[in-house]
């Protein structure tokens, strides 16, 4: 069975940063692309970076150049780390397989919030 526990959201000041990390349980994360997605009220879950088993990155244009994915296999975590925050990024994050995610892996999140 699979469990992804995301932490490591908060409230920050616009230009403000954050690193947020998923502990996975199960054989899952050894073998699979693992991503970071979003979902901010009123808007559909967004992937918003990917990263391979071999440590290949992909972002989304509206982070690219400010959050950096990254994985530590032997720990089973992947991490992002975000700076210069915009209120734009604010929303509840969350870590699943990318780049399609699993319905039934989805964790609790962890809420970012930017605000002056």
């Known amino acids: 069975q699979v469990q992804l526990v995301e932490s490591g959201g908060g409230l920050v000041q616009p230009g403000g940063s954050l690193r947020l990390s998923c502990a996975a349980s199960g054989r899952i994360f050894s073998i699979r692309t693992m991503g970071w997605y979003r979902q901010a009220p009123g808007k559909q879950r967004e992937l918003v970076a990917h990263?391979?088993?071999?440590?290949?990155?992909n972002y989304a244009d509206s982070v690219k150049g400010r959050f950096t994915i990254s994985r530590d296999n032997a720990k089973n975590t992947v991490y992002l780390q975000m700076n210069n925050l915009k209120p734009e990024d604010a929303a509840v994050y969350y870590c699943n397989i990318a780049p399609f995610a699993a319905d039934n892996f989805w964790g609790q999140g962890t809420q970012v919030t930017v605000s002056s």
């Open positions: 990263i391979t088993t071999g440590g290949s990155t």
